[in-house]
């Protein structure tokens, strides 16, 4: 690694990055760095809940993921799904263990014991120091019975739903601020999907109980589930007409993996991708707005992103039991880097992207695993998540950058993302970048406009010689970040070398200050 030397004589491809602090995007909401957990496979159960593991406290929960999850700093968990909400009965989920009902949940095909539910799922949200992004069931559940989950979690007294509350062992309100209007109800795989009229119709008037009980929570549109579905745009577009006046934030989801041609470069570009989804339902929400000349903003909540590669036939494995193996992806280093420019996209569209949640965090495609009465490891993509929300704080920056290119399926994309943030109470300036060339090494440039002088503080990279190593069970510190040395002398001008494959956090300092590590 080069700082502030010369570079050598082999020629080296070269990048400029330009900060100017003046040039902002939008404030960084601390939600964006949600995740989630869904009833679904492992993440409940033999994931955050395992009453025979040595390492559970009283109500059956691992010390050890919540350990890993309280590093996470996780702000807002989106719960209970997901797909398995839209057959989910939230009463089910209540009273007294011993007289829940077993279901069956056609969605994962999998029996759901309701061992954990509401109060359960609350409980360790406060464990782990998160909120509760709740999500109500709009497939085969109605209006009023989404109002009656509200007035069971929020009201304070005196009606028969917190009078129950209380008598199930909670007289305070849980006060869940954030409620999910459904889950994918584009998506034919849904229970009870529905047309975009239909979910528009339903939709507002479950919206309208949900804000009568509690005028101040915040409500969340089911957008769409993915680019690749007929209906999209013209969904978030018709159901926005119906709901633009009763929610806060429109719903996208995004997965990615590794194409049909198993192509490297297409793999590391999602991030491209990413950015045009999100622009293109920006665009829609404006549409809306302008059409209804509203002074109200409807911004975006990215509660499902991830990398996923397992495929739809593995979930039918291990059928009808409780805890059920699924989608439980090992990552690789190349899958962290690919995050990493998620992340990064996340960060540059922080003017309408306010929430977003990982999914998921533990078991389920997740950057915690854990093994039945074993270990919790964290997984490779563990650590660019923890960076950024580490790092990611205060105001986006709009980066100016001259990057060399490469043509992927998604067109011309830079061999450098990258994305800054400026944080007004530390001083400090956190810079990410993320070199996707599979073959070179790049000297990048960076200048720091109307910040005066400051030093690098910090230079922590995560990079690996073999794209395809993993973190297990018998060694979860194969992948892992690492701190860099450099000169803390100031400047506003820095050469550094970003390694082929990697992702570089910088932070720099504008006072004389310190600030811990990874």
């Given at each position: 690694?080069?700082?502030?030397?010369?570079?050598?004589?082999?020629?080296?491809?070269?990048?400029?990055?330009?900060?100017?602090?003046?040039?902002?995007?939008?404030?960084?909401?601390?939600?964006?760095?949600?995740?989630?957990?869904?009833?679904?496979?492992?993440?409940?159960?033999?994931?955050?809940?395992?009453?025979?593991?040595?390492?559970?406290?009283?109500?059956?929960?691992?010390?050890?993921?919540?350990?890993?999850?309280?590093?996470?700093?996780?702000?807002?968990?989106?719960?209970?799904?997901?797909?398995?909400?839209?057959?989910?009965?939230?009463?089910?989920?209540?009273?007294?263990?011993?007289?829940?009902?077993?279901?069956?949940?056609?969605?994962?095909?999998?029996?759901?014991?309701?061992?954990?539910?509401?109060?359960?799922?609350?409980?360790?949200?406060?464990?782990?120091?998160?909120?509760?992004?709740?999500?109500?069931?709009?497939?085969?559940?109605?209006?009023?019975?989404?109002?009656?989950?509200?007035?069971?979690?929020?009201?304070?007294?005196?009606?028969?739903?917190?009078?129950?509350?209380?008598?199930?062992?909670?007289?305070?309100?849980?006060?869940?601020?954030?409620?999910?209007?459904?889950?994918?109800?584009?998506?034919?795989?849904?229970?009870?999907?529905?047309?975009?009229?239909?979910?528009?119709?339903?939709?507002?008037?479950?919206?309208?109980?949900?804000?009568?009980?509690?005028?101040?929570?915040?409500?969340?549109?089911?957008?769409?589930?993915?680019?690749?579905?007929?209906?999209?745009?013209?969904?978030?577009?018709?159901?926005?007409?119906?709901?633009?006046?009763?929610?806060?934030?429109?719903?996208?989801?995004?997965?990615?993996?590794?194409?049909?041609?198993?192509?490297?470069?297409?793999?590391?570009?999602?991030?491209?991708?990413?950015?045009?989804?999100?622009?293109?339902?920006?665009?829609?929400?404006?549409?809306?707005?302008?059409?209804?000349?509203?002074?109200?903003?409807?911004?975006?909540?990215?509660?499902?992103?991830?990398?996923?590669?397992?495929?739809?036939?593995?979930?039918?494995?291990?059928?009808?039991?409780?805890?059920?193996?699924?989608?439980?992806?090992?990552?690789?280093?190349?899958?962290?880097?690919?995050?990493?420019?998620?992340?990064?996209?996340?960060?540059?569209?922080?003017?309408?992207?306010?929430?977003?949640?990982?999914?998921?965090?533990?078991?389920?495609?997740?950057?915690?695993?854990?093994?039945?009465?074993?270990?919790?490891?964290?997984?490779?993509?563990?650590?660019?998540?923890?960076l950024a929300r580490y790092y990611a704080k205060g105001m986006a920056l709009n980066v100016s950058d001259h990057v060399p290119n490469i043509?992927?399926?998604?067109?011309?994309?830079?061999?450098?993302?990258?994305?800054?943030?400026?944080?007004?109470?530390?001083?400090?300036?956190?810079?990410?970048?993320?070199?996707?060339?599979?073959?070179?090494?790049?000297?990048?440039?960076?200048?720091?406009?109307?910040?005066?002088?400051?030093?690098?503080?910090?230079?922590?990279?995560?990079?690996?010689?073999?794209?395809?190593?993993?973190?297990?069970?018998?060694?979860?510190?194969?992948?892992?970040?690492?701190?860099?040395?450099?000169?803390?002398?100031?400047?506003?001008?820095?050469?550094?070398?970003?390694?082929?494959?990697?992702?570089?956090?910088?932070?720099?300092?504008?006072?004389?200050?310190?600030?811990?590590?990874?």
């Open positions: 690694m080069l700082l502030n030397k010369e570079v050598g004589e082999r020629s080296m491809k070269k990048a400029k990055i330009v900060l100017n602090k003046d040039y902002t995007i939008g404030k960084i909401e601390e939600n964006v760095w949600g995740s989630f957990i869904e009833h679904m496979g492992r993440a409940i159960y033999t994931g955050i809940y395992e009453p025979e593991h040595e390492l559970s406290d009283e109500q059956g929960f691992r010390k050890d993921v919540m350990e890993l999850v309280k590093e996470l700093d996780v702000p807002l968990i989106r719960y209970p799904g997901g797909n398995f909400v839209s057959g989910y009965d939230w009463k089910d989920g209540i009273g007294p263990k011993e007289k829940r009902k077993h279901i069956a949940d056609l969605a994962w095909r999998q029996i759901e014991s309701n061992e954990v539910g509401l109060h359960e799922f609350y409980d360790w949200s406060k464990k782990v120091n998160s909120n509760v992004m709740q999500t109500v069931n709009l497939g085969t559940g109605t209006p009023k019975e989404a109002g009656e989950m509200v007035e069971y979690c929020n009201f304070k007294e005196g009606t028969y739903w917190s009078d129950l509350r209380a008598k199930n062992g909670k007289k305070e309100p849980f006060n869940f601020e954030y409620w999910c209007l459904g889950n994918e109800m584009d998506g034919p795989w849904q229970i009870c999907a529905l047309t975009a009229d239909e979910y528009g119709r339903k939709a507002t008037e479950a919206a309208k109980i949900m804000k009568w009980v509690d005028p101040s929570i915040k409500l969340i549109a089911a957008g769409s589930s993915a680019p690749f579905l007929p209906t999209y745009p013209e969904w978030d577009r018709i159901i926005l007409e119906h709901l633009y006046d009763h929610v806060d934030y429109l719903s996208l989801h995004r997965y990615y993996e590794y194409g049909e041609d198993k192509n490297l470069n297409n793999f590391l570009a999602s991030f491209v991708d990413l950015d045009r989804f999100i622009k293109t339902l920006v665009s829609t929400v404006n549409y809306v707005k302008a059409k209804k000349r509203s002074n109200k903003q409807v911004y975006l909540s990215l509660d499902e992103w991830n990398v996923w590669h397992t495929k739809q036939d593995e979930v039918a494995e291990d059928r009808w039991k409780i805890g059920a193996r699924r989608v439980e992806n090992n990552f690789d280093f190349i899958d962290s880097i690919v995050l990493a420019g998620l992340i990064c996209t996340i960060i540059n569209n922080a003017d309408f992207v306010k929430m977003a949640s990982l999914a998921q965090l533990v078991n389920v495609i997740a950057p915690i695993l854990t093994e039945p009465n074993g270990k919790a490891i964290r997984q490779t993509t563990y650590y660019p998540y923890k043509m992927t399926k998604y067109g011309k994309t830079p061999l450098v993302q990258s994305a800054a943030t400026y944080d007004n109470e530390t001083n400090e300036v956190s810079l990410f970048l993320v070199n996707i060339d599979t073959e070179e090494d790049i000297e990048t440039t960076i200048n720091m406009q109307g910040f005066n002088q400051a030093r690098i503080e910090e230079f922590i990279l995560l990079d690996h010689e073999n794209k395809n190593s993993k973190n297990t069970f018998k060694d979860d510190g194969v992948v892992k970040p690492r701190n860099v040395k450099v000169e803390r002398k100031m400047s506003d001008e820095w050469t550094i070398t970003l390694p082929k494959l990697s992702f570089s956090t910088l932070t720099f300092k504008l006072e004389n200050d310190t600030k811990k590590g990874v």
